[in-house]
């Protein structure tokens, strides 16, 4: 598509967004039909299209983002029905269905009579027909149209509707054990995209059928791959790509029209209730197998209709909310809609001991949003998780870096431990080829391993690798406690030549996530901490003890009384969160709970030029135990610093935005004091790493020494895990 791609980037794509951006000042049909397709993505999405910020680099880049966006959306519709023009002149056949609407009445509106009022044929379609060959046609897979359709589409509108486009080779993977080769199983694909799934589908069913006649081959897989999306135009893209796979059996003599089960409708029947049609016929029911990626739209993108309906419909019939009051609020539910959506879909569309692969997050192997998964049960109907496929060391997803894996269930049968798992891995020097599925075998690493629940009796506790450092898992003794959170960086974060204007008894060095490195920190920021503890009505003390303080918050009022979260509508206006009798124990074991950057330290005090020895406070980024006992954090703080640990840190974490979360620490097992030779050796060699880190940050003769702690305190940690003795 080299030569299509030229004009995209060149003035094909100029002239046509320019004058598609003139005909909607006009007030003509163009706009018209911009009004239609709005309130279409509206009720469908919600206002996320309007909020989301596109690049200045545009053609009217002043324009209203709805209006870039439909324009661009008009273009790649533009760009696809020309292809369907090529591919019907060349193949000699009709496709009786390519408007998105004509199976469903979902859309009032059609793109495709727009495009010679905007550009006309000799200037527009007629250049991209000239521009493609046979064999180019042939190339139109998936792939090809999602690279398009990424060059056209900005990445942020992407990202707000939540497509997340799939390798061929992916969804090969999960095509592979459906048995779709089988000419009678049927497969339906309930947020096709651009039909990456479908075509795999409609290839594995094509050379199972080879012996057939062109004809019986389209009859049969018209008739068994059926795709639906919410997206009009990544409906006819699919359409485009379904007929290029079928590109030899098109061109038969015998053969001159087709119609393509591809559907525009809500596959969830949220948002709008169709009956799709073929030739007059209803095409949908019960299907022997589901297959997709669904949308990875976060939850709180959500209109509140769809949510409210979701609730209403599915929530208490099909499990969705497995936890309950402040839990549920932090999103502990589900932090997408996911899981949701498939859940839904097994219970809508998949038969009785059907079988279904999805491409979901990784993370949901554990931590509160993936218990409804865990728990395998769709209402009534019992699932079983056959196999997955772990993305942990690949990037499937690279522009969005999401954290995926492929999970393949079985419906209506008991759920069943260990679970065949395949990890994935980039190949050391190698780039990975995710053209197919035997590129992607051929150019990654796989690994053969196993997935258990944490606890044997509870499928819905954390699924953990049969490989990982299971003697690093189990009880956690200690409370992991948040660090403070006020949401007010300019109030609370301040700079030395403030400190004149009030008194220092209530600031405090406070450490953000650039600060602590491993046995140590690199340095402080000064805060404002006004109370003792969260919530606390000390506005009375605060006047007649610090004045100076009490006016330097009251002159910021506005601004505190203006912060949006819940959490600090208790107490008086400079309320902060996160803060008690923890925050000001003797020791604290710290770790940042972002990103992943497993680096503990034990805090304590800290001198200061300005302030004195003062305790060390963790910012809002940070987790801490808070103990008063300070070999009990020394000890702890090598144990989270040991390889033991480390490893099992990576193989449990997220690798999201949380990755070293309350919830994956806690899966550790980090015991009480126990007094023994081994935890007074190992809290003795944190504190002379944490001796040596403070006296420099660098110098060869440190670091080495430092790694010979650490030498030290990974044997001991080991020895003791397969022992089973580090608690006693």
């Known amino acids: 598509m080299g030569a299509l791609l030229s004009d995209l980037t060149d003035d094909l794509a100029h002239q046509y967004v320019a004058n598609a951006h003139d005909r909607l000042a006009a007030d003509g049909p163009v706009a018209d039909a911009r009004a239609t397709w709005a309130e279409y993505v509206r009720a469908c999405h919600g206002d996320v299209v309007a909020d989301v910020t596109l690049p200045e680099s545009d053609v009217a880049p002043d324009a209203e983002t709805i209006d870039r966006v439909f324009v661009r959306a008009c273009y790649f519709d533009f760009l696809v029905d020309s292809l369907l023009d090529a591919l019907e002149g060349t193949a000699g056949v009709t496709l009786r269905n390519r408007d998105p609407r004509t199976n469903t009445d979902a859309l009032s509106v059609a793109l495709g009579p727009l495009h010679d009022r905007i550009l006309p044929p000799e200037r527009g379609r007629d250049r991209v027909r000239a521009a493609v060959d046979e064999a180019t046609l042939r190339r139109l897979g998936p792939d090809a149209l999602r690279d398009l359709y990424q060059r056209v589409v900005p990445r942020e509108v992407r990202l707000a509707l939540g497509e997340y486009y799939t390798p061929r080779g992916v969804a090969d993977l999960a095509v592979e054990g459906l048995d779709v080769d089988d000419p009678e199983t049927t497969v339906l694909d309930p947020g096709c995209g651009s039909g990456v799934f479908l075509t795999a589908c409609l290839d594995r069913k094509l050379t199972a059928l080879a012996d057939e006649s062109p004809q019986e081959r389209l009859d049969a897989v018209v008739s068994s791959v059926v795709g639906i999306d919410l997206n009009p135009v990544a409906v006819k893209s699919a359409k485009l790509a379904y007929c290029a796979t079928l590109f030899d059996d098109l061109a038969s003599p015998a053969v001159d029209e087709i119609e393509v089960p591809v559907f525009l409708t ?85 038969r009785r001991d059907g079988t279904a692969s999805f491409v979901l997050k990784r993370d949901i192997m554990r931590g509160a949003a993936g218990a409804v998964l865990r728990r395998l049960q769709v209402g009534d109907r019992s699932l079983s998780v056959e196999h997955v496929h772990d993305f942990a060391g690949l990037e499937p997803f690279p522009e969005v870096g999401a954290n ?45 391993t196993e997935l258990r629940p944490l606890d044997p009796d509870d499928a819905t506790t954390a699924w953990i690798r049969a490989d990982a450092e299971r003697a690093a898992l189990g009880e956690c003794a200690h409370d992991i406690r948040h660090g403070l959170k006020d949401d007010a960086n300019a109030v609370f974060g301040l700079d030395r030549a403030v400190l004149d204007e009030l008194e220092p008894d209530l600031v405090y060095p ?68 996160g803060l008690g009798e923890y925050t000001w124990a003797d020791y604290k074991v710290a770790w940042c709970r972002l990103g992943f950057k497993p680096d ?118 080991e020895e003791a895990l397969t022992a089973g003795r580090l608690g006693e």
């Not at 497995?322 to 809609?337: M, Q, T």
């Not at 008991?414 to 395949?422: A, G, L, Q, V």
């Not at 340095?523 to 000390?538: F, I, M, Q, S, T």
Request: aromatic share 8%.
């Open 510 to 577: 406070y450490v953000k996530s650039r600060h602590v490195r491993k046995y140590g920190l690199t340095g402080h920021d000064l805060r404002l901490v006004p109370a003792e503890k969260a919530g606390e009505d000390n506005e009375s003390w605060l006047r007649e003890t610090c004045p100076e303080t009490y006016d330097y918050l009251a002159a910021h009022r506005e601004t505190l009384l203006d912060r949006s979260s819940s959490w600090l509508d208790k107490g008086p206006f400079y309320s902060v969160f």
């Open 266 to 350: 809500d596959a969830l029947g949220l948002v709008r209730e169709d009956d799709p049609r073929v030739s007059g016929e209803m095409a949908t029911g019960k299907f022997d197998a589901l297959v997709g990626n669904p949308p990875w739209v976060p939850w709180e993108r959500l209109p509140s209709e769809l949510k409210t309906r979701l609730r209403e419909r599915y929530v208490d019939e099909l499990g969705l909310q497995p936890h309950e009051g402040v839990v549920a609020r932090l999103g502990h539910n589900n932090d997408d809609i996911a899981v949701p959506f498939v859940w839904v879909c097994l219970h809508r569309y998949l």
């Open 404 to 448: 995926a894996a492929l999970y393949r269930f079985a419906a209506d049968s008991d759920s069943s431990f260990p679970i065949e798992t395949t990890v994935w891995r980039s190949t050391d020097g190698a780039s990975t080829d995710y053209g197919t599925g035997s590129t992607l075998r051929e150019t990654a690493t796989r690994q053969r």
């Open 600 to 717: 503990f330290a034990v805090l304590s005090t800290r001198q200061d030029p300005d302030l004195g020895e003062q305790p060390v406070i963790p910012g809002d980024h940070y987790m801490f135990v808070a103990t008063d006992h300070r070999e009990t954090a020394h000890f702890l703080c090598a144990l989270l610093n040991s390889a033991p640990y480390q490893r099992t840190l990576r193989d449990i974490s997220s690798n999201g935005k949380a990755s070293l979360s309350k919830s994956v620490v806690s899966e550790l097992h980090l015991p009480g004091w126990p007094d023994t030779e081994t935890s007074r050796r190992l809290a003795a060699l944190s504190m002379e790493a944490h001796e040596l880190v403070g006296e420099s940050h660098d110098g060869q003769d440190r670091q080495a020494a430092i790694e010979s702690i650490q030498v030290e305190i990974d044997r001991l940690v």
